[in-house]
């Protein structure tokens, strides 16, 4: 804009304009106008006019069935004003750079927020496309280009709040440890909940930011939350759909903090940062369910790490479908799991679901006529209907002698959760021969090996056939976001190496992920499981024996019925549900 012409005049959105352009565009009927602006009654001078047309639940006639929500109403705008359309995903945003870009009064006054900024310009989010008065102040004081984009004015609204109060306790925790000589104080300072007297502001800091974590962690979907230190700042970051994304970067000492407050509230010792810790937390939703975290502590070269799986019930109660079982493998399974005695292991990699699986099954099990009992390092989710108990090694109390004990107690179904050794390899089948179902886990890669993985351990092979009922092998796929998929076309080569040996033509439902701002441009939202269910069949015990033949046992086993995790997969990509890519990355 040169010098000589005049900046146009500020122009604040109003309703009875907004309805017009609306009906002129072909988005809203007349009549739904004039009952907008008759319902707007008492709207509040604060509230953005696309808000309360948004609050009306109005039809868009451009997509029959659709109603005007704010997101599209947005979009909508963007379009009129020639401005481009942004969908704020705070994930994306580097909080700490851009809140010192504006004061807090300045973005509120103005309903703006910078949401990102490099050495070219800075980008300002704004639902007031005609509104410029603040952008020559902005240039003077920022010294750079602005580029100007249309957010929802209530995710505005609400990441001004949000940002500026978790930006404030940070600058507020971390000048006030200016005054800490040393790292070694950090105790006091954080004997929080437990003191009766008011806690004082510091206090107050570190108590929000830990707060907001949680929230901020259950509204993303989060799995697991890390917090890292490092020599400049730590880190946080949060794994969603088992993939990590950075969220925020803390001062030093303010990580600290930090880590010192979740250890207080896990009952951990907080004086103790040598040695690695575990313990839980329970906490609430925004919506009020509850909520259980595992924490686990590891010392490092800049101080304590902490990371915090999150354990939504929810996940942990889902039904078999919903986990991404066939109704073939799920009749496969339940052949199993409804045998009087005998053992089932389930294997795959860490994070591949195997917890889930065997809590959903357990959960089947647990009627009241029978007594499960459960042996986990450690108890992942407290559960009512199990009797469920944790390995302490520091008492001597492993694996092995765990069993020893739960033999005692007269169960009818036992887990444990894993086989690491010949002696708990050695009890789960003495348990087995005894009368009862085994559920465990181990690492492998497929279901076959896991048989060779116990004779490698040196558990005698006439044990094996005589106990063993099946294994299952199993990893998680993310699956498509169902707002952007689109049709895809597979190549044959691709389709033929996920179905040998039965190579058949590429179906015609496949889909393909495209990105959009409900699953981060990620393309996927959510993940099920694929599996490779092996039952020990008449057929195939004689193949069991001391000098195994690994090929021939997976070959007699798909005769017999068993499907590969790539086909388990491929059914899942002829179905829709995920892509060809994502098969091909955890198979």
């Not at 044959?492 to 495209?514: E, I, K, N, Y």
């Amino acid at each position: 804009m040169s010098a000589s012409t005049p900046p146009a005049a500020d122009r604040w959105l109003e309703l009875g304009g907004l309805l017009r352009e609306l009906v002129a565009s072909g988005r809203l009927t007349q009549d739904g106008a004039e009952q907008c602006l008759a319902r707007r009654g008492a709207a509040t001078g604060r509230q953005h006019p696309l808000e309360v047309i948004a609050a009306q639940q109005l039809d868009d006639l451009a997509h029959p069935g659709r109603a005007l929500d704010l997101e599209t109403l947005t979009q909508w705008l963007a379009e009129q004003a020639g401005q481009p359309y942004l969908r704020i995903d705070p994930l994306k945003i580097d909080v700490a750079a851009v809140v010192p870009l504006m004061s807090h009064a300045f973005a509120q006054r103005h309903r703006i927020l910078a949401v990102a900024a490099d050495g070219e310009a800075v980008t300002i989010a704004s639902a007031e496309p005609h509104v410029h008065g603040w952008e020559a102040d902005l240039r003077h004081v920022l010294k750079r280009p602005l580029r100007r984009v249309i957010a929802n004015p209530a995710d505005i609204q609400r990441y001004t709040q949000e940002f500026y109060r978790l930006a404030r306790s940070v600058s507020g925790a971390a000048s006030l440890d200016q005054k800490i000589s040393g790292i070694g104080n950090f105790e006091q300072l954080l004997s929080l909940g437990a003191s009766d007297q008011e806690p004082d502001a510091n206090d107050a800091h570190i108590v929000n930011i830990v707060d907001w974590l949680f929230q901020y962690a259950y509204q993303q979907r989060a799995s697991d939350i890390h917090i890292e230190p490092r020599r400049e700042q730590g880190t946080v970051r949060f794994r969603i759909d088992g993939v990590l994304h950075t969220v925020y970067q803390l001062p030093p000492q303010v990580t600290l903090a930090v880590i010192s407050r979740l250890k207080s509230l896990g009952r951990l010792n907080v004086a103790e940062k040598r040695k690695p810790q575990d313990g839980r937390i329970k906490t609430r939703t925004p919506e009020g369910g509850e909520v259980e975290l595992r924490l686990s502590t590891l010392p490092t070269a800049f101080g304590e790490k902490m990371v915090m799986r999150i354990f939504d019930p929810e996940v942990l109660l889902k039904s078999f479908d919903q986990l991404g079982f066939s109704p073939d493998d799920l009749q496969r399974w339940q052949a199993m799991t409804r045998q009087p005695h005998g053992i089932i292991l389930v294997t795959g990699p860490t994070g591949s679901g195997k917890t889930t699986t065997l809590y959903t099954t357990l959960k089947q099990l647990a009627t009241p006529q029978v007594n499960v009992c459960t042996l986990e390092d450690p108890i992942e989710m407290i559960e009512p209907t199990f009797n469920q108990m944790q390995v302490q090694p520091q008492i001597d109390l492993g694996f092995a002698s765990g069993v020893r004990a739960l033999m005692r107690q007269d169960p009818d179904i036992i887990m444990i959760g894993e086989i690491r050794d010949l002696e708990t390899a050695e009890m789960a089948i003495q348990a087995a021969l005894t009368g009862h179902l085994v559920l465990s886990s181990l690492h492998t890669n497929d279901a076959p090996s896991a048989i060779t993985r116990l004779l490698e351990l040196g558990v005698p092979h006439y044990l094996l056939k005589a106990t063993l009922l099946g294994v299952m092998a199993q990893r998680l796929v993310r699956t498509l976001c169902p707002h952007c998929k689109a049709p895809a076309q597979i190549a044959p080569a691709d389709w033929q190496a996920l179905t040998r040996p039965w190579s058949a033509a590429p179906p015609g439902g496949a889909q393909r992920a495209v990105g959009c701002a409900e699953c981060r441009d990620t393309g996927y939202r959510g993940r099920a499981g694929v599996y490779e269910i092996l039952q020990l069949s008449d057929a195939l015990k004689p193949l069991i024996n001391p000098d195994m033949d690994l090929n021939a046992l997976r070959h007699a086993a798909f005769k017999d019925g068993m499907r590969s995790l790539r086909l388990s997969g491929a059914q899942k990509i002829a179905a829709g549900l995920t892509t060809v890519e994502e098969v091909l990355r955890v198979t």
